[in-house]
Protein backbone atom coordinates (compact mmCIF):
# COMPACT_ATOMS: atom_id res chain seq x y z
CA UNK A 1 0.00 0.00 0.00
CA UNK A 2 1.43 3.42 -1.15
CA UNK A 3 0.57 6.56 0.51
CA UNK A 4 -0.33 9.45 -2.21
CA UNK A 5 2.25 11.78 -2.31
CA UNK A 6 -0.09 15.16 -2.38
CA UNK A 7 -0.09 16.85 0.81
CA UNK A 8 -3.71 18.16 0.24
CA UNK A 9 -4.99 14.73 -0.55
CA UNK A 10 -3.08 13.16 2.43
CA UNK A 11 -4.96 16.05 4.93
CA UNK A 12 -8.27 15.47 3.27
CA UNK A 13 -7.81 11.69 4.03
CA UNK A 14 -6.76 12.34 7.60
CA UNK A 15 -9.91 14.37 7.77
CA UNK A 16 -11.94 11.41 6.65
CA UNK A 17 -10.55 9.72 9.42
CA UNK A 18 -11.20 12.06 11.87
CA UNK A 19 -14.81 12.28 10.54
CA UNK A 20 -14.94 8.63 10.64
CA UNK A 21 -14.02 8.42 14.54
CA UNK A 22 -16.59 11.44 15.23
CA UNK A 23 -19.46 9.16 13.99
CA UNK A 24 -18.52 6.09 15.29
CA UNK A 25 -18.89 8.20 19.03
CA UNK A 26 -21.98 9.18 17.75
CA UNK A 27 -23.27 5.12 17.05
CA UNK A 28 -21.84 4.24 20.47
CA UNK A 29 -23.32 7.53 22.45
CA UNK A 30 -26.76 6.69 20.77
CA UNK A 31 -26.89 2.59 20.76
CA UNK A 32 -24.81 2.17 24.25
CA UNK A 33 -25.56 4.63 26.58
CA UNK A 34 -29.18 4.65 27.30
CA UNK A 35 -31.33 6.19 28.07
CA UNK A 36 -32.08 5.90 23.87
CA UNK A 37 -35.55 5.90 21.98
CA UNK A 38 -36.69 4.81 18.73
CA UNK A 39 -35.80 8.47 17.42
CA UNK A 40 -31.72 8.04 18.04
CA UNK A 41 -31.68 4.11 16.38
CA UNK A 42 -32.23 5.34 12.88
CA UNK A 43 -29.53 7.99 13.82
CA UNK A 44 -27.67 5.11 14.95
CA UNK A 45 -27.84 3.64 11.72
CA UNK A 46 -27.11 7.12 9.64
CA UNK A 47 -24.27 7.56 11.67
CA UNK A 48 -22.76 4.12 11.47
CA UNK A 49 -23.17 4.35 7.80
CA UNK A 50 -21.78 8.21 7.51
CA UNK A 51 -18.31 6.20 9.41
CA UNK A 52 -18.02 3.34 6.88
CA UNK A 53 -18.14 5.78 4.11
CA UNK A 54 -15.97 8.22 5.58
CA UNK A 55 -13.12 5.60 6.41
CA UNK A 56 -13.63 4.71 2.95
CA UNK A 57 -12.92 8.36 1.67
CA UNK A 58 -10.02 8.01 3.48
CA UNK A 59 -8.77 5.22 1.38
CA UNK A 60 -9.84 7.00 -1.52
CA UNK A 61 -8.31 10.21 -0.97
CA UNK A 62 -5.01 8.91 0.69
CA UNK A 63 -3.89 5.83 -1.04
CA UNK A 64 -2.30 4.98 -4.24
CA UNK A 65 -5.18 2.99 -6.35
CA UNK A 66 -6.03 1.63 -9.67
CA UNK A 67 -8.55 3.37 -11.59
CA UNK A 68 -10.78 0.19 -11.36
CA UNK A 69 -10.64 -0.23 -7.37
CA UNK A 70 -10.73 3.91 -7.00
CA UNK A 71 -14.22 3.48 -8.67
CA UNK A 72 -15.31 0.82 -7.01
CA UNK A 73 -14.53 2.39 -3.79
CA UNK A 74 -16.62 5.76 -4.80
CA UNK A 75 -19.40 3.79 -5.72
CA UNK A 76 -19.17 1.80 -2.53
CA UNK A 77 -18.99 5.16 -0.32
CA UNK A 78 -21.42 6.95 -2.14
CA UNK A 79 -23.99 4.11 -1.78
CA UNK A 80 -23.37 3.92 2.38
CA UNK A 81 -23.91 7.93 1.96
CA UNK A 82 -27.56 7.49 0.38
CA UNK A 83 -28.41 5.08 2.86
CA UNK A 84 -27.02 7.15 5.88
CA UNK A 85 -28.91 10.19 4.09
CA UNK A 86 -32.29 8.12 4.24
CA UNK A 87 -31.78 6.89 7.74
CA UNK A 88 -31.43 10.98 8.70
CA UNK A 89 -34.72 11.53 7.36
CA UNK A 90 -36.14 8.34 9.29
CA UNK A 91 -34.78 9.33 12.28
CA UNK A 92 -35.89 13.03 11.63
CA UNK A 93 -39.63 11.12 11.01
CA UNK A 94 -39.72 9.16 14.35
CA UNK A 95 -38.82 12.52 15.95
CA UNK A 96 -41.21 14.48 14.18
CA UNK A 97 -44.03 12.43 13.44
CA UNK A 98 -43.58 9.09 15.77
CA UNK A 99 -41.82 5.83 15.25
CA UNK A 100 -45.27 4.17 13.31
CA UNK A 101 -44.94 7.11 10.67
CA UNK A 102 -41.11 6.29 10.57
CA UNK A 103 -41.88 2.52 10.30
CA UNK A 104 -43.85 2.97 7.69
CA UNK A 105 -41.95 5.71 5.84
CA UNK A 106 -38.67 3.87 5.71
CA UNK A 107 -38.98 1.51 2.80
CA UNK A 108 -40.06 4.66 0.74
CA UNK A 109 -37.00 6.11 1.84
CA UNK A 110 -34.30 3.38 2.20
CA UNK A 111 -35.84 3.21 -1.65
CA UNK A 112 -35.67 6.49 -2.40
CA UNK A 113 -31.56 6.46 -1.20
CA UNK A 114 -31.15 3.62 -3.59
CA UNK A 115 -32.92 5.08 -7.15
CA UNK A 116 -30.96 8.37 -5.97
CA UNK A 117 -27.83 6.62 -5.97
CA UNK A 118 -28.24 4.92 -8.90
CA UNK A 119 -29.58 7.82 -11.00
CA UNK A 120 -26.30 9.42 -10.31
CA UNK A 121 -24.00 6.30 -10.86
CA UNK A 122 -25.60 5.59 -14.07
CA UNK A 123 -26.55 9.11 -15.43
CA UNK A 124 -22.46 10.31 -13.52
CA UNK A 125 -24.07 14.46 -15.28
CA UNK A 126 -26.67 13.78 -12.63
CA UNK A 127 -24.79 13.92 -9.19
CA UNK A 128 -26.43 16.77 -8.50
CA UNK A 129 -29.72 14.76 -8.58
CA UNK A 130 -27.77 13.05 -4.91
CA UNK A 131 -26.79 16.82 -4.14
CA UNK A 132 -30.00 17.45 -4.26
CA UNK A 133 -31.46 14.81 -2.29
CA UNK A 134 -29.18 15.21 0.73
CA UNK A 135 -29.77 18.93 0.61
CA UNK A 136 -33.72 18.07 1.02
CA UNK A 137 -33.11 15.54 4.16
CA UNK A 138 -30.97 18.08 6.05
CA UNK A 139 -33.12 21.07 5.14
CA UNK A 140 -36.16 18.80 6.52
CA UNK A 141 -33.85 18.09 9.73
CA UNK A 142 -33.36 21.67 10.16
CA UNK A 143 -36.42 22.18 10.03
CA UNK A 144 -38.09 19.63 12.27
CA UNK A 145 -35.73 20.29 15.09
CA UNK A 146 -35.14 24.14 14.44
CA UNK A 147 -38.85 24.27 15.26
CA UNK A 148 -38.37 21.84 18.47
CA UNK A 149 -35.66 24.09 19.72
CA UNK A 150 -38.22 27.05 19.71
CA UNK A 151 -41.00 24.37 21.12
CA UNK A 152 -39.29 22.58 23.50
CA UNK A 153 -37.59 23.49 26.84
CA UNK A 154 -34.54 20.72 26.32
CA UNK A 155 -31.08 21.79 24.55
CA UNK A 156 -31.26 18.69 22.42
CA UNK A 157 -32.90 19.65 19.13
CA UNK A 158 -31.14 23.59 18.89
CA UNK A 159 -27.87 21.89 19.60
CA UNK A 160 -29.49 19.28 16.54
CA UNK A 161 -30.50 22.22 14.35
CA UNK A 162 -27.12 23.81 14.89
CA UNK A 163 -25.35 20.72 13.35
CA UNK A 164 -27.16 20.46 10.59
CA UNK A 165 -26.28 23.94 10.12
CA UNK A 166 -22.50 22.78 10.27
CA UNK A 167 -23.26 20.02 7.58
CA UNK A 168 -25.01 22.15 4.95
CA UNK A 169 -22.47 25.38 5.49
CA UNK A 170 -19.50 22.10 4.82
CA UNK A 171 -21.90 21.08 1.77
CA UNK A 172 -21.78 24.76 0.73
CA UNK A 173 -18.21 24.91 0.88
CA UNK A 174 -17.49 21.39 -0.48
CA UNK A 175 -19.44 22.92 -3.75
CA UNK A 176 -16.74 25.76 -4.28
CA UNK A 177 -13.93 23.27 -5.71
CA UNK A 178 -11.17 26.12 -5.69
CA UNK A 179 -11.39 26.68 -1.85
CA UNK A 180 -8.15 26.57 -0.02
CA UNK A 181 -7.68 27.32 2.94
CA UNK A 182 -4.65 27.12 5.56
CA UNK A 183 -4.36 26.13 9.69
CA UNK A 184 -1.03 24.63 10.51
CA UNK A 185 -2.12 22.14 7.43
CA UNK A 186 -3.43 23.40 3.41
CA UNK A 187 -7.44 22.10 3.28
CA UNK A 188 -8.61 21.94 0.04
CA UNK A 189 -12.75 21.86 -0.42
CA UNK A 190 -12.97 18.32 0.52
CA UNK A 191 -10.88 18.89 3.76
CA UNK A 192 -12.88 21.72 4.83
CA UNK A 193 -15.89 20.09 4.36
CA UNK A 194 -14.95 17.16 6.51
CA UNK A 195 -14.06 19.26 9.42
CA UNK A 196 -17.08 21.34 9.09
CA UNK A 197 -18.99 18.22 9.05
CA UNK A 198 -16.79 16.30 12.28
CA UNK A 199 -18.02 19.45 14.19
CA UNK A 200 -21.90 18.92 13.02
CA UNK A 201 -21.69 15.41 13.50
CA UNK A 202 -20.86 16.03 17.39
CA UNK A 203 -23.13 18.58 18.01
CA UNK A 204 -25.88 16.03 16.58
CA UNK A 205 -25.17 13.37 18.67
CA UNK A 206 -24.93 15.43 21.57
CA UNK A 207 -28.06 16.88 20.94
CA UNK A 208 -29.98 13.66 19.88
CA UNK A 209 -28.51 12.44 23.50
CA UNK A 210 -30.12 14.56 25.80
CA UNK A 211 -33.24 15.21 23.70
Known sequence: MRIVPDPIERTTAATDLVLALAALAGVARLSLQPPHGPAETG???AFGLLALAAALGAGYHGVVLTDARRALLWQTLTFCLALAIAMVAA???RAA????AADQALPFLLATGVAVYAVSRRFPGLFLVFILFQASVLLYALAVYATAALTVAAAGPGCVAAGMVLSL????VQARRR???KLVWEFDHNGAFHLLQ???VILMWLGLGVQ
Open 43 to 45: WAW
Open 91 to 93: GTT
Open 97 to 100: RGAA
Open 169 to 172: TGAV
Open 179 to 181: FRM
Open 198 to 200: TAG
